[in-house]
């Protein structure tokens, strides 16, 4: 079959990967695909949704599965449904456990899905009110819509919350995604996350994976959209009841509660947990694989990704089960210095054709190819992976791959995974 995937980061090229070697495959395509996954794809060049679904029809795509959020929360899958086209990704509706934050907890409630307190306020007296009444309790402030992963503030003090809360509601930070916020209990533990591929009806499980998300050493610095990843999630790893508890208790409620509403949730699923002294609680869901969790979690897959992908757009995976490499994956992010603020893109990167480091991969996350040579182009510029029986030995790897890649600008963290 002819597979499109959408998207052009690191996680495209992990699926496109973990895609490419599936004996159901004619021909892969993506759009716009990067450097790195046009070794493995043909990629098209789509600026708009016309020039997306014509191109669909001129190759006769028959499975598009959708990386990224926006284009989910924006009802992509739906249009595509609708013009006969089969996709993985959520619909719209279903998007919404990512697209609004309110919307999941609310949903979260509804079904009895463990989660920290909240309140969702439209008018910022009303939150400092709110914040006035409960001084003493910590409060995480959220924009309710997409905000690039930058809609959340984890407020140290009652004056942090209130700037907070006036950023989003009075001077539109966020413009629509921050017109209304939620106001959360701060609740404390060790953060993993689990994902999952689901059908509609039922879900199986893909990994776990725990990611850094501070830009530098000792989670010091701000927040980026994640500079590493280990997986499995050491929170998880050690206590295999917790993932049982955190699965019951979070993905089989979602796809139960997702169905029953009149949702069914088809696609990756993302949980972001916080492992309490109450057990596992929802910090957020994302509608899609995560970014670099995807380049830390396929490389060990060895079941084939895109039979299972398409069980789950015929319902059943329930037949499905998926084989894993033993051991652990952990990946580096190579950035461009200065990410998540100003970047100096443009240097020209070398070393990556180096292919004696048995057990690693090189995912290209923001490159560019210009007059036959490979640009640091983004923010986040490479995932670096490296896979062995443990999580030292992974590390190891994944470290001495990073060791043989170089550009002048180039900054990545030196501690993931230890
Ligand atoms: P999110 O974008 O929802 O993943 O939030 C970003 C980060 O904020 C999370 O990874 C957590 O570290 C933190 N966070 C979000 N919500 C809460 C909460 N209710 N309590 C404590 N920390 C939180
Ligand atoms: N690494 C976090 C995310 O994909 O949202």
Same mark, same amino acid.
Request: with cysteine; proline share 9%; net charge negative.
């Given at each position: 079959m002819k597979v499109l995937i959408i998207g052009g980061g690191g996680r495209e090229h992990a699926l496109a990967h973990a895609m490419s070697s599936s004996p159901m495959l004619t021909e892969l395509l993506a759009?716009?695909?990067?450097?790195?996954?046009?070794?493995? @794809?043909?990629?098209?060049?789509?600026? $708009?949704?016309?020039?997306?679904?014509?191109?669909?029809?001129? *190759?006769?795509? !028959?499975?598009?599965?959708?990386?990224?959020?926006?284009?989910?929360?924006?009802?992509?899958?739906?249009?595509?449904?609708?013009?006969?086209?089969a996709v993985f990704g959520p619909s719209q509706k279903a998007a919404m456990?990512?697209?609004?934050? @309110?919307?999941?907890?609310?949903?979260? $409630?509804?079904?009895?899905?463990?989660?920290?307190?909240?309140? *969702?306020?439209? !008018?910022?007296?009303?939150?400092?009110?709110?914040?006035?009444?409960h001084p003493a309790e910590g409060h995480v402030i959220k924009a309710d819509g997409l905000a690039a992963g930058k809609g959340v503030v984890v407020a140290d003090t009652k004056a942090e919350a209130i700037t907070a809360i006036t950023n989003m509601l009075d001077d539109q930070q966020f413009g629509e995604a921050g017109a209304s916020i939620l106001i959360e209990e701060r609740i404390s533990g060790v953060e993993a996350s689990l994902f999952a591929m689901a059908d509609g009806n039922h879900a199986i499980m893909i990994g776990t994976a725990q990611d850094y998300k501070r830009a530098l050493d000792?989670?010091?610095?701000?927040?980026?959209g994640g500079m590493g990843a280990v997986s499995p999630a050491p929170a998880l790893?050690?206590?295999?009841?917790?993932?049982?508890?955190?699965?019951?208790?979070?993905?089989?409620?979602?796809?139960?509660?997702?169905?029953?509403?009149?949702?069914?949730?088809?696609?990756?699923l993302y949980v972001g947990l916080m492992i309490t002294d109450d057990g596992p609680k929802v910090i957020e869901f994302n509608c899609r694989f995560g970014d670099p969790e995807a380049e830390v979690i396929l490389p060990r897959l060895e079941s084939d990704l895109l039979s299972a992908i398409v069980a789950a757009t015929k319902s059943q995976l329930h037949q499905t089960a998926l084989q894993f490499k033993p051991g652990a994956a952990v990946t580096v992010v190579m950035a461009n210095g200065?990410?998540?603020?100003?970047?100096?893109?443009?240097?020209?990167?070398?070393?990556?054709?180096?292919?004696e480091i048995t057990n690693s991969m090189v995912f290209h996350a923001g490159t560019q190819m210009t007059e036959g040579k490979i640009i640091a182009a983004g923010g986040r510029v490479l995932a670096v992976t490296g896979w062995g029986e443990d999580q030292a030995s992974a590390r190891q790897t994944a470290y001495a791959r990073v060791k043989k890649i170089n550009w002048p600008d180039v900054y990545y963290r030196k501690d993931i995974a230890r």
């Open positions: 759009t716009p695909g990067n450097p790195g996954i046009s070794a493995l @794809a043909r990629c098209l060049d789509c600026p $708009d949704e016309t020039t997306l679904f014509a191109a669909i029809k001129d *190759e006769a795509v !028959d499975l598009v599965v959708i990386g990224p959020e926006a284009p989910l929360v924006d009802g992509m899958a739906d249009r595509l449904n609708a013009a006969g086209v456990l990512e697209g609004s934050k @309110a919307f999941a907890r609310a949903f979260c $409630d509804r079904h009895h899905i463990p989660q920290p307190s909240w309140r *969702e306020f439209t !008018d910022s007296h009303e939150a400092i009110a709110y914040i006035n009444a000792g989670d010091k610095g701000p927040n980026t790893d050690a206590n295999p009841h917790l993932t049982d508890q955190a699965w019951r208790e979070v993905v089989e409620n979602v796809i139960h509660g997702m169905k029953a509403e009149g949702m069914p949730y088809q696609g990756f200065g990410y998540p603020g100003p970047i100096s893109p443009g240097g020209v990167i070398t070393g990556l054709a180096e292919d």
